[in-house]
């Protein structure tokens, strides 16, 4: 039997007034996910183990059936593997986003949708006027990008900057954790005091590069500010298949530099796709279409969609509606009437990562519905997937890697 995840980024949610009080999973027009809902079965999932913050780094790696407390290394090495920086032994990596700062607060956290390619090139001046042989800046996509710091010390307190939208930004600087000190490396402090550094000297560099000169004739958001959050080491994982000996290869597909750099470090290919963005624009067709043809030779695929995670993170109640019921007729229905077909029986899983609820706009620690199917698979009395119904569910509550055993029909 071959396996495909299909997962909708932040796609849970919570009772939206203005929906009559249901969630948008409820709301939304999801014919091919309640199909599965009615044919499989379901269940609810914790996704983020105790003592971690509700991030995709930690959800993702937990459903893909990782340990956190073994593995977890926060985002930035993720994304280095996935664009391809071999991370040394000294090497401390983190995320850097590009964002946008207004009125002394975090306005957004994405630099108002900065596109890969005037990302590069505001990161190509940071690293031109800020690096050295200790800090180096590295392209990612969008406004999500890397900061490499020889030497650093991971035991800093850094602020998502999802996390904080219309708050001031000065009280988020990063600070040094107390007992964090390494033979080595930099202390804590040290490396909190270079990060606040760059950040504060970023800020005059970016207002003054043409990109943001130019958004501000056109009245977009200026990209004015790098924000270093989630750093780590180089981490040490199994691969899927050291896991599970029966899935000989497997495929990645995301426009998400982490999810790559999780697929990378656990042994799945990676597969891009043109106009792969990680919005509502995204290529959903192409996706598909590279799913198929992967499972085709594939034992496991790993299909990831970020559009819905970006409009909760946005509070856009309308387009997260609309990447929900794109999910559903651009990315389940197709999969699935593909592969119905099929002489060797494909298992389907669907599920978010974590709830990114749209009035709250950033993620909460929630357990999220998922719903598994396969030909033959005992269905249970769930006829709809959304977060109330799969509460009835088969599966009951599973925890943490305990979603992967299921799926390869380990339990």
Same mark, same amino acid.
Request: net charge negative; aromatic share 6%.
């Given at each position: 039997?071959? !396996?495909?995840?299909?997962?909708?980024?932040?796609?849970? &949610?919570?009772?939206?007034?203005?929906?009559?009080?249901?969630?948008? +999973? #409820?709301?939304?027009?999801?014919?091919?996910? /309640?199909? %599965?809902?009615?044919?499989?079965?379901?269940?609810?999932?914790?996704?983020?183990?105790?003592?971690?913050?509700?991030?995709?780094? =930690?959800?993702?790696?937990?459903?893909?059936?990782?340990?956190? *407390?073994?593995?977890?290394?926060?985002?930035?090495?993720?994304?280095?593997?996935?664009?391809?920086?071999?991370?040394?032994?000294?090497?401390?990596?983190?995320?850097?986003?590009?964002?946008?700062?207004?009125?002394?607060?975090?306005?957004?956290?994405?630099?108002?949708?900065?596109?890969?390619?005037?990302?590069?090139?505001?990161?190509?001046?940071?690293?031109?006027?800020?690096?050295?042989?200790?800090?180096?800046?590295?392209?990612?996509?969008?406004?999500?990008?890397?900061?490499?710091?020889?030497?650093?010390?991971?035991?800093?307190?850094?602020?998502?900057? !999802?996390?904080?939208? *219309?708050?001031?930004?000065?009280?988020? %600087?990063?600070?040094?954790?107390?007992?964090?000190?390494?033979?080595?490396?930099?202390?804590?402090?040290?490396?909190?005091?270079?990060?606040?550094? +760059?950040?504060?000297?970023?800020?005059?560099?970016?207002?003054?590069?043409?990109?943001? @000169?130019?958004?501000?004739? &056109?009245?977009? /958001?200026?990209?004015?500010?790098?924000?270093?959050?989630?750093?780590?080491?180089?981490?040490?994982?199994?691969?899927? #298949?050291?896991?599970?000996?029966? =899935?000989?290869?497997?495929?990645?597909?995301?426009?998400?530099?982490?999810?790559?750099?999780?697929?990378?470090?656990? $042994? +799945? @290919?990676?597969?891009?796709? &043109?106009?792969?963005?990680?919005?509502?624009?995204?290529?959903?067709?192409?996706?598909?279409?590279?799913?198929?043809?992967?499972?085709?030779?594939?034992?496991? =695929?790993?299909?990831?969609?970020?559009?819905? /995670?970006?409009?909760?993170?946005?509070?856009?109640?309308?387009?997260?509606?609309?990447?929900?019921?794109?999910?559903?007729?651009?990315?389940?229905?197709?999969?699935?009437?593909?592969?119905?077909?099929?002489?060797?029986?494909?298992?389907?899983? =669907?599920?978010?990562?974590?709830?990114?609820?749209?009035?709250?706009?950033? !993620?909460?620690?929630?357990?999220?519905?998922?719903?598994?199917?396969?030909?033959?698979?005992?269905?249970?009395?769930?006829?709809?997937?959304?977060?109330?119904?799969?509460? $009835?569910?088969?599966?009951?509550?599973?925890?943490?890697?305990?979603?992967?055993?299921?799926?390869?029909?380990?339990?």
């Amino acid at each position: 039997m071959k !396996h495909i995840i299909i997962l909708g980024d932040g796609m849970a &949610d919570h009772a939206v007034k203005k929906l009559g009080g249901k969630t948008l +999973l #409820q709301y939304a027009d999801t014919p091919y996910m /309640d199909m %599965l809902a009615k044919k499989g079965r379901c269940g609810r999932l914790i996704t983020i183990p105790d003592g971690y913050s509700p991030g995709s780094e =930690v959800a993702n790696t937990a459903i893909l059936g990782y340990d956190l *407390d073994k593995v977890y290394e926060g985002r930035g090495p993720l994304e280095a593997a996935s664009i391809g920086y071999e991370m040394q032994p000294e090497d401390m990596a983190i995320r850097c986003n590009i964002i946008t700062l207004s009125d002394n607060k975090i306005k957004n956290h994405h630099g108002g949708h900065l596109t890969t390619s005037d990302g590069d090139q505001l990161i190509q001046a940071l690293n031109e006027q800020l690096g050295d042989d200790r800090v180096r800046f590295i392209t990612g996509i969008q406004y999500r990008h890397l900061l490499v710091i020889k030497g650093g010390n991971k035991h800093i307190v850094c602020s998502p900057p !999802h996390d904080h939208p *219309d708050q001031p930004w000065q009280p988020l %600087l990063v600070r040094g954790e107390e007992g964090g000190e390494e033979p080595g490396r930099m202390t804590p402090q040290e490396t909190a005091d270079l990060l606040n550094e +760059l950040i504060i000297k970023s800020q005059a560099i970016l207002a003054n590069h043409p990109i943001n @000169k130019k958004r501000l004739e &056109d009245g977009l /958001d200026q990209a004015n500010s790098i924000w270093p959050w989630s750093p780590g080491y180089r981490p040490s994982m199994q691969t899927i #298949q050291e896991m599970f000996p029966e =899935v000989k290869s497997g495929s990645v597909i995301s426009a998400v530099d982490l999810i790559r750099g999780i697929g990378h470090y656990a $042994g +799945l @290919k990676t597969i891009i796709v &043109d106009g792969a963005t990680g919005l509502y624009d995204t290529n959903y067709e192409g996706k598909v279409k590279a799913a198929i043809e992967a499972l085709k030779t594939d034992d496991f =695929v790993f299909l990831h969609v970020e559009a819905s /995670d970006e409009a909760g993170h946005d509070g856009n109640l309308l387009l997260k509606l609309r990447t929900i019921e794109n999910l559903d007729k651009r990315v389940v229905e197709p999969i699935y009437n593909e592969v119905k077909t099929w002489n060797e029986p494909v298992a389907i899983a =669907v599920l978010p990562d974590h709830p990114t609820p749209v009035e709250i706009r950033t !993620h909460v620690n929630e357990p999220v519905p998922f719903v598994i199917y396969y030909p033959g698979i005992e269905a249970d009395n769930v006829h709809e997937y959304d977060e109330v119904s799969c509460v $009835g569910g088969g599966y009951g509550l599973l925890k943490l890697q305990e979603f992967m055993q299921v799926f390869m029909n380990k339990e």
